[in-house]
């Protein structure tokens, strides 16, 4: 079995009942369809969450947990209301550092994707990282991020920073509490996931270097195996992602590549475990994966898109020779069998959910999950950040 306690998933939910600044709670999305799944998010309220991961030789297990655990994540800040029914925006970026195969000069730091909303486009690059050995360098990869990033200036925005690693936190020539000055001046919290013993994390500084900003101090194994549950819905729920994938219209420069991309991840999540591949199926029947950028069912949600503005070698082949008109019947049908699929993904979902909760043992989710939701539990009560589920 694959690790799966996730670091990845549980920053993601700390973040909805974590925060400092305000929602816009009277605001109300405008939705197309009817249904929950095409609601749309307000742009003003935006989650920018910067994880930086330790790739060091001894950080396996930490980037396993990522991997495996990015869908459980996305499927606990799919249910996030800010205020009454606004829908919050989600926005990751991904760092790695103390790793030897990156350069010397930059702090053997690397940007390894700038805040993204593309969950294919995260789940890749969670897969590119591999670990070596190396220096880590806590105070000089967050001021990193801090420079790098468009954090913005938005008070309604919420923005987080999340780094794990094993290491002292005071190690390297920039000092931790400048950069977690730099971050509160930003409006930026810094949390902490020490991989290691809580006490050796409290004497090397990772729990002051989280409350410096208000933040979240954990320590955790990282290495601590978690089995999944195999339900009576798994193998219904994989079978309809695949014909989730038949509603997607590739189109542009991007068509192509992108489709690859998602048939791709696919892959990578059923190697993690089969439970990993139903988690993502279940993402990809949210709000949250959204390709307007390549796919012509999502494009056309946006009231701005004129898919007769598209250029005719843009589209695919079966649509080339075909009228306006029947570009767009096309996409009605294909969105029509889209949510049909998604509903029933997510119908099957609940039972599978139910099933799981019946058959876990006690604190079989880990302790990291367990700590995570005791804070989230915490803070929730003065935050406007809550689910509806």
């Not at 900003?213 to 009576?232: L, S, W």
Request: aromatic share 8%.
């Amino acid at each position: 079995m694959k690790k799966a306690n996730s670091i990845l998933s549980l920053v993601i939910m700390a973040f909805i009942c974590s925060a400092t600044f305000g929602c816009e709670p009277n605001k109300k999305t405008k939705t197309i369809y009817a249904q929950a799944l095409t609601e749309k998010p307000i742009a003003n309220n935006t989650v920018k969450i910067a994880l930086l991961l330790d790739t060091s030789n001894s950080m396996d297990g930490l980037i396993n947990q990522a991997k495996a655990q990015l869908w459980d994540i996305v499927n606990k800040f799919t249910h996030a209301k800010c205020g009454t029914n606004a829908k919050p925006n989600l926005q990751i970026a991904l760092y790695q550092y103390g790793n030897d195969a990156l350069s010397s000069k930059e702090g053997y730091i690397q940007q390894v994707l700038g805040f993204s909303s593309d969950l294919d486009e995260i789940s890749e690059k969670l897969f590119s990282l591999t670990t070596n050995g190396g220096e880590e360098y806590c105070g000089e990869v967050i001021q990193t991020s801090l420079k790098q990033l468009e954090w913005g200036s938005n008070k309604d925005n919420l923005k987080l920073i999340f780094i794990a690693g094993n290491e002292p936190f005071t190690q390297g020539k920039l000092h931790y509490e400048d950069a977690t000055t730099n971050a509160k001046e930003k409006d930026v919290i810094v949390n902490t996931i020490f991989c290691g013993n809580y006490e050796q994390g409290i004497q090397s500084k990772w729990k002051k270097g989280a409350t410096l900003t208000g933040g979240e101090y954990i320590a955790i194994d990282h290495n601590r195996k978690v089995v999944h549950i195999d339900t009576p819905y798994d193998e219904v729920i994989i079978k309809l992602n695949s014909k989730l994938n038949t509603t997607y219209i590739s189109y542009g420069s991007l068509g192509a590549s992108k489709q690859k991309m998602q048939s791709i991840q696919d892959s990578n999540a059923m190697e993690m475990e089969e439970a990993v591949a139903v988690k993502r199926a279940v993402s990809k029947s949210s709000r949250l994966y959204n390709n307007k950028k390549w796919d012509l069912v999502d494009a056309a949600d946006d009231a701005s898109f004129e898919v007769s503005k598209i250029n005719k070698e843009d589209l695919p082949a079966e649509l080339q020779e075909k009228t306006t008109s029947e570009i767009k019947q096309y996409i009605k049908q294909k969105k029509t069998e889209r949510l049909k699929i998604q509903k029933e993904i997510q119908e099957l979902n609940k039972k599978r959910t139910a099933y799981i909760a019946a058959n876990q043992k006690e604190n079989a989710q880990g302790e990291l999950e367990n700590a995570m939701l005791k804070a989230i539990k915490k803070q929730a009560a003065s935050k406007n950040y809550k689910w509806d589920k």
